[in-house]
């Protein structure tokens, strides 16, 4: 049996309105004002893990999330699109984890449950756009990555996986097990749940595991132990004025454009 | 003499024409008794409770013919001499009945002269007249809401007219033969007597009466053994259908238990109530419903009578074919696909025209919307364009994936009152802007406009704001009945916070779902559409309205205001409220006859795929009455009505299309004393 697992990340809707997004009070992130959503390149990576299942027939899916008590709505979801199984690892427990440290983190969690066939990740978040936690979940289990992947088939002890490049397909083979990125496209839109999925998603537990549970002294991968540092979030101001050229026709309007154009110094 | 007549004159073995009409009587119970069976196979349904109500419906549509006459004037006229000549010819065969079989003698005196002669005279013509009507309709007018023709058709209007002919020639024979001297009081059928007298002589007459006695009998008796098997149980059903109708607000779909249901919508017969089951065999085959419905007349693959008579068609014949296993929600549905199609059950707009025209009140739209929480529910099956409104309404309360609009930029400039910037501020009602009048930009001057109308005339309303979540209408009308209930039930728990008791809104779809829906989940409130609150204002002299160039200006009726809410006359009350101002209908299709947009049922976020575009169908109605203003109600009908009039138009002459409140706050601003703001 194929074991996979996914790993998807709650961030803040991408979709609010400009108008609705504000900053909380320590300047430290955002506030939480708006709805809270799956990120959405982790769920095309659900999805896809969906239709290899339906593929092989014989598969078992786990979706894992590192994240706030919040983030078991993402895992629901996830329950709800029919993964097998859902674990929250409990996010306050690692204060100022970095990307690295997450890797870890999810690394410990995975080494935990059956052994993986293979790791699938967004091929970034939607929130900070990092992109990096799959290549050093990689480098934890020193196993080939491959990033960009749209589609997947099982061809013996391998994986094909559909690449996505700059300027067509590549078709990988990959050994198992695996790290993917998972990149969107129009097969792996994420499927809306059965309504009845919907509701038993919501009677299961979804256990939360702390830093102990995994063996993790939360110093040793989080706080002062990580590499990167944030020293400034702030939303830009955008300033627009808007100006009206006068002139008595075309001609004399638009030398008054060029003139104005020139002293921004934008011509 | 006491005025009377013979009832078996000139016939003999009498008794054979017992044996018959028992013989009768078993082939039509037989046939009845197989219907009754269908019908029982459907769920419980509770459609007898108010009795008195009920048969007051039931009168005014039978006796009055009250829907029919409102849009059919002339077939309505005829069909009620039918009706009226059916009633009483029974009653007069009951008369024979009652006088001859028990004895009991009423056919007799001033009843006999009045009733049983004249009376029945005068409708049996009546009839044949009808009968007549019918028949050049069907085969000379050839309206195509009757098509295609069944050779059933024909054959009841010359069944009936050969009954009705041999009747009096009957009744002509016996004047003649027994020198009745009160033949005069059957004026018709004395005049057939003395021209038969003439044509056949005594003898021949004789003869003849005995002929046709036997023969008018036969047909009577294969008439009603007929019944059962054929379009003429609408004879029976279409009445007790009347009866039986539904007594619920009518904007309210049904509920569903969704943690008791165990399959979710409807994918199999059985799982229609016995209601639902019956409604199939109470239709008339008279294609009314067809003839307004927006998805028919776009050429889209649905038409409610054919929904109607296809099911019907299934029903009987998955009964012929035996007793099926019970469903089970796993197995492919053999009724949502193979009999009802996907795209058909996706043509609709739930705008209600079928059912308000069905003269028998047949129930389609429930019947749609519960095979589309089938395909949702159990399914997850729906149009592409829905995908991503689902996803947005699960995510962010609101049905436009992809916007970045706020629901508090319509406000931003204004001086409102946000109910959780001052919880503790008391306020009359709260305005409920809905997710088109606070994220669609034509439709946020619409708000601005109310707003400012509240304000002009000193009323104390507040709003959510960024608390507001979609109503869950389109999500109920798509068939996603567990996600109305979420968006419903978060809604309610707002409102509950902040002791809303009063609620007014300018979408009349959420206008319909808080009014209708909320109940049934257990919000109460008194709801308000915003088209009655400012006439209010308007009649109290709180707004005082000034000439405007409005110019002349047609309504379109919104289909969950009007149909679903009967508020027709508001609206126009307040655009007549507006000194100068001219106003227009569209003949024939206005108020309860409206043209629907095409904006209701989920289709604002779909796409047209087949067919004619059914916002530029009704935008050609409204455009040629000539009006220079298309004033509407709903923010729907306001994005399919602008684009439609812009293409329908000719080159310079499109009328501006308005929403109610933007018409009255032009005329508001012309008065200085009031101008909004101030
Ligand atoms: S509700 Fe409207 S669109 Fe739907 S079938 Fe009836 S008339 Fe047609
Ligand atoms: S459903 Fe009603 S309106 Fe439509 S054909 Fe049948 S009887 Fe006529």
Same mark, same amino acid.
């Given at each position: 049996m194929l074991h996979l697992v996914v790993c998807l990340k709650q961030i803040l809707d991408p979709e609010i309105p400009p108008a609705d997004f504000k900053l909380d009070p320590s300047a430290q992130r955002a506030a939480p004002t708006a709805s809270l959503v799956a990120s959405i390149f982790d769920e095309n990576a659900l999805e896809i893990a969906l239709q290899l299942r339906e593929k092989v027939g014989d598969a078992r899916i786990t979706a894992i999330s590192l994240g706030p008590p919040s983030a078991v709505d993402v895992l629901r979801k996830a329950l709800s699109m029919r993964a097998d199984d859902a674990i929250l690892i409990r996010e306050e427990d690692f204060p100022g984890i970095d990307a690295h440290g997450c890797a870890r983190v999810l690394a410990a969690a995975i080494r935990k449950l059956p052994p993986a066939d293979l790791i699938l990740c967004g091929r970034e978040t939607g929130d900070w756009h990092g992109g990096l936690v799959a290549a050093f979940l990689a480098a934890e289990f020193d196993r080939p990555y491959t990033n960009f992947v749209a589609g997947i088939t099982k061809e013996g002890d391998h994986f094909h996986l559909r690449r996505q490049t700059e300027d067509g397909w590549e078709i990988v083979r990959s050994a198992a097990p695996a790290v993917i990125t998972v990149t969107n496209d129009d097969h792996n839109l994420p499927r809306i749940p059965k309504v009845k999925d919907n509701m038993m998603a919501f009677r299961k537990q979804i256990p939360a595991w702390t830093a102990s549970d995994l063996g993790l002294v939360p110093a040793s991968v989080a706080g002062p132990n990580s590499k990167l540092e944030q020293s400034r979030l702030y939303v830009p101001v955008v300033d627009r004025k808007c100006e009206i050229i006068t002139g008595d026709n075309a001609e004399a309007k638009a030398r008054q454009l060029v003139e104005r154009l020139a002293a921004l110094q934008v011509i | 003499m006491t005025p009377t007549r013979e009832v078996?004159?000139?016939?003999?073995?009498?008794w054979v024409m017992y044996a018959l009409f028992a013989v009768t009587l078993a082939i039509f119970s037989y046939g009845f008794c197989r219907h009754w069976q269908r019908w029982s196979r459907g769920l419980p349904a509770s459609r007898t409770d108010r009795p008195w109500q009920r048969l007051q419906g039931l009168l005014r549509q039978t006796a009055a013919h009250d829907r029919l006459l409102k849009r059919y004037r002339a077939a309505g006229f005829f069909h009620l001499l039918f009706f009226w000549g059916m009633v009483i010819l029974t009653a007069g065969t009951t008369v024979v009945f009652i006088h001859?079989?028990?004895?009991?003698?009423?056919?007799?005196g001033a009843f006999y002269l009045y009733f049983q002669s004249l009376t029945l005279n005068i409708f049996g013509a009546l009839f044949i007249v009808a009968l007549l009507a019918a028949l050049v309709q069907r085969y000379v007018a050839r309206p195509s809401r009757l098509k295609p023709d069944h050779w059933q058709d024909g054959l009841i209007l010359i069944l009936l007219l050969t009954i009705l002919l041999t009747g009096f020639i009957l009744q002509g024979a016996r004047i003649q033969l027994t020198r009745d001297p009160w033949g005069a009081w059957s004026p018709v059928g004395n005049v057939a007597g003395s021209l038969l007298a003439r044509l056949f002589g005594v003898d021949g007459l004789r003869q003849l009466h005995l002929f046709t006695w036997w023969f008018h009998m036969a047909l009577v008796f294969g008439f009603i053994a007929w019944i059962p098997y054929s379009k003429l149980m609408h004879l029976l059903t279409a009445p007790a259908n009347i009866y039986l109708r539904?007594?619920?607000?009518?904007?309210a779909l049904p509920l569903l238990d969704i943690e008791k249901t165990e399959a979710l919508g409807i994918s199999r017969l059985e799982q229609f109530s016995w209601k639902d089951l019956f409604d199939l065999d109470a239709c008339t085959e008279c294609g009314r419903c067809e003839v307004n419905c927006p998805a028919n007349i776009s050429n889209k693959p649905l038409s409610p009578k054919w929904l109607i008579l296809d099911l019907q068609k299934a029903s009987r014949a998955e009964h012929a074919a035996a007793p099926t296993p019970p469903p089970n929600p796993e197995e492919p549905s053999p009724l949502v696909g193979p009999v009802i199609r996907e795209e058909t059950l996706w043509s609709c707009t739930t705008c209600r025209a079928c059912m308000e025209q069905c003269p028998v009140m047949i129930e389609q739209v429930p019947k749609i919307v519960q095979m589309r929480r089938h395909l949702v529910m159990?399914?997850?099956?729906?149009?592409?364009?829905?995908q991503g409104v689902i996803r947005s309404l699960e !995510?962010?309360?609101?049905?436009?994936?992809?916007?970045? !609009?706020?629901?508090?930029d319509w406000h931003k400039d204004l001086d409102v009152h946000v109910l959780s910037d001052k919880p503790g501020q008391s306020f009359d009602v709260l305005l409920w802007v809905g997710c088109a009048g606070a994220m669609n930009d034509r439709s946020k001057s619409v708000t601005r406009a109310v707003a400012q109308l509240l304000q002009a005339a000193g009323v104390r309303f507040a709003i959510l704001s960024r608390e507001e979540k979609c109503t869950g209408d389109p999500a109920r009308r798509i068939g996603h009945e567990f996600l109305f209930q979420q968006l419903a039930q978060e809604n309610i728990a707002t409102f509950d916070r902040y002791g809303v008791k009063k609620i007014l809104t300018s979408c009349p779809h959420c206008f319909n779902t808080l009014r209708n829906e909320y109940p049934q989940l257990g919000g109460n409130y008194q709801v308000i559409h915003h088209s009655e609150f400012l006439q209010e204002l308007v009649a109290s002299g709180r707004l005082r309205p000034e000439a405007t160039a409005l110019g002349k200006v047609v309504f379109h009726d919104p289909c969950y205001l009007g149909r679903y809410n009967q508020v027709y006359g508001a609206p126009r009350q307040l655009l007549d409220s507006v000194p100068n101002s001219q106003r227009a209908e569209v003949p024939n299709w206005s108020a309860r006859n409206a043209l629907c947009c095409g904006g209701g049922g989920g289709f604002s976020f779909m796409e047209e795929k087949t067919g004619t575009r059914m916002s530029h169908n009704r935008s050609r109605q409204l455009v040629s009455t000539g009006a220079d203003t298309v004033a509407v109600g709903c923010p729907f009908c306001m994005t399919m009505l602008e684009d439609g009039v812009k293409t329908v138009s000719p080159e310079g002459q499109t009328p501006r299309v308005l929403d109610i409140a933007e018409v009255l706050a032009q005329a508001i601003m012309q008065n200085p004393a009031q101008e909004p703001g101030r």
């Amino acid at each position: 049996m194929l074991h996979l697992v996914v790993c998807l990340k709650q961030i803040l809707d991408p979709e609010i309105p400009p108008a609705d997004f504000k900053l909380d009070p320590s300047a430290q992130r955002a506030a939480p004002t708006a709805s809270l959503v799956a990120s959405i390149f982790d769920e095309n990576a659900l999805e896809i893990a969906l239709q290899l299942r339906e593929k092989v027939g014989d598969a078992r899916i786990t979706a894992i999330s590192l994240g706030p008590p919040s983030a078991v709505d993402v895992l629901r979801k996830a329950l709800s699109m029919r993964a097998d199984d859902a674990i929250l690892i409990r996010e306050e427990d690692f204060p100022g984890i970095d990307a690295h440290g997450c890797a870890r983190v999810l690394a410990a969690a995975i080494r935990k449950l059956p052994p993986a066939d293979l790791i699938l990740c967004g091929r970034e978040t939607g929130d900070w756009h990092g992109g990096l936690v799959a290549a050093f979940l990689a480098a934890e289990f020193d196993r080939p990555y491959t990033n960009f992947v749209a589609g997947i088939t099982k061809e013996g002890d391998h994986f094909h996986l559909r690449r996505q490049t700059e300027d067509g397909w590549e078709i990988v083979r990959s050994a198992a097990p695996a790290v993917i990125t998972v990149t969107n496209d129009d097969h792996n839109l994420p499927r809306i749940p059965k309504v009845k999925d919907n509701m038993m998603a919501f009677r299961k537990q979804i256990p939360a595991w702390t830093a102990s549970d995994l063996g993790l002294v939360p110093a040793s991968v989080a706080g002062p132990n990580s590499k990167l540092e944030q020293s400034r979030l702030y939303v830009p101001v955008v300033d627009r004025k808007c100006e009206i050229i006068t002139g008595d026709n075309a001609e004399a309007k638009a030398r008054q454009l060029v003139e104005r154009l020139a002293a921004l110094q934008v011509i | 003499m006491t005025p009377t007549r013979e009832v078996f004159f000139n016939i003999r073995h009498v008794w054979v024409m017992y044996a018959l009409f028992a013989v009768t009587l078993a082939i039509f119970s037989y046939g009845f008794c197989r219907h009754w069976q269908r019908w029982s196979r459907g769920l419980p349904a509770s459609r007898t409770d108010r009795p008195w109500q009920r048969l007051q419906g039931l009168l005014r549509q039978t006796a009055a013919h009250d829907r029919l006459l409102k849009r059919y004037r002339a077939a309505g006229f005829f069909h009620l001499l039918f009706f009226w000549g059916m009633v009483i010819l029974t009653a007069g065969t009951t008369v024979v009945f009652i006088h001859n079989d028990l004895g009991i003698h009423i056919m007799q005196g001033a009843f006999y002269l009045y009733f049983q002669s004249l009376t029945l005279n005068i409708f049996g013509a009546l009839f044949i007249v009808a009968l007549l009507a019918a028949l050049v309709q069907r085969y000379v007018a050839r309206p195509s809401r009757l098509k295609p023709d069944h050779w059933q058709d024909g054959l009841i209007l010359i069944l009936l007219l050969t009954i009705l002919l041999t009747g009096f020639i009957l009744q002509g024979a016996r004047i003649q033969l027994t020198r009745d001297p009160w033949g005069a009081w059957s004026p018709v059928g004395n005049v057939a007597g003395s021209l038969l007298a003439r044509l056949f002589g005594v003898d021949g007459l004789r003869q003849l009466h005995l002929f046709t006695w036997w023969f008018h009998m036969a047909l009577v008796f294969g008439f009603i053994a007929w019944i059962p098997y054929s379009k003429l149980m609408h004879l029976l059903t279409a009445p007790a259908n009347i009866y039986l109708r539904d007594l619920e607000p009518r904007g309210a779909l049904p509920l569903l238990d969704i943690e008791k249901t165990e399959a979710l919508g409807i994918s199999r017969l059985e799982q229609f109530s016995w209601k639902d089951l019956f409604d199939l065999d109470a239709c008339t085959e008279c294609g009314r419903c067809e003839v307004n419905c927006p998805a028919n007349i776009s050429n889209k693959p649905l038409s409610p009578k054919w929904l109607i008579l296809d099911l019907q068609k299934a029903s009987r014949a998955e009964h012929a074919a035996a007793p099926t296993p019970p469903p089970n929600p796993e197995e492919p549905s053999p009724l949502v696909g193979p009999v009802i199609r996907e795209e058909t059950l996706w043509s609709c707009t739930t705008c209600r025209a079928c059912m308000e025209q069905c003269p028998v009140m047949i129930e389609q739209v429930p019947k749609i919307v519960q095979m589309r929480r089938h395909l949702v529910m159990e399914r997850a099956e729906f149009p592409d364009d829905l995908q991503g409104v689902i996803r947005s309404l699960e !995510a962010r309360g609101h049905p436009y994936p992809g916007s970045s !609009a706020s629901r508090s930029d319509w406000h931003k400039d204004l001086d409102v009152h946000v109910l959780s910037d001052k919880p503790g501020q008391s306020f009359d009602v709260l305005l409920w802007v809905g997710c088109a009048g606070a994220m669609n930009d034509r439709s946020k001057s619409v708000t601005r406009a109310v707003a400012q109308l509240l304000q002009a005339a000193g009323v104390r309303f507040a709003i959510l704001s960024r608390e507001e979540k979609c109503t869950g209408d389109p999500a109920r009308r798509i068939g996603h009945e567990f996600l109305f209930q979420q968006l419903a039930q978060e809604n309610i728990a707002t409102f509950d916070r902040y002791g809303v008791k009063k609620i007014l809104t300018s979408c009349p779809h959420c206008f319909n779902t808080l009014r209708n829906e909320y109940p049934q989940l257990g919000g109460n409130y008194q709801v308000i559409h915003h088209s009655e609150f400012l006439q209010e204002l308007v009649a109290s002299g709180r707004l005082r309205p000034e000439a405007t160039a409005l110019g002349k200006v047609v309504f379109h009726d919104p289909c969950y205001l009007g149909r679903y809410n009967q508020v027709y006359g508001a609206p126009r009350q307040l655009l007549d409220s507006v000194p100068n101002s001219q106003r227009a209908e569209v003949p024939n299709w206005s108020a309860r006859n409206a043209l629907c947009c095409g904006g209701g049922g989920g289709f604002s976020f779909m796409e047209e795929k087949t067919g004619t575009r059914m916002s530029h169908n009704r935008s050609r109605q409204l455009v040629s009455t000539g009006a220079d203003t298309v004033a509407v109600g709903c923010p729907f009908c306001m994005t399919m009505l602008e684009d439609g009039v812009k293409t329908v138009s000719p080159e310079g002459q499109t009328p501006r299309v308005l929403d109610i409140a933007e018409v009255l706050a032009q005329a508001i601003m012309q008065n200085p004393a009031q101008e909004p703001g101030r």
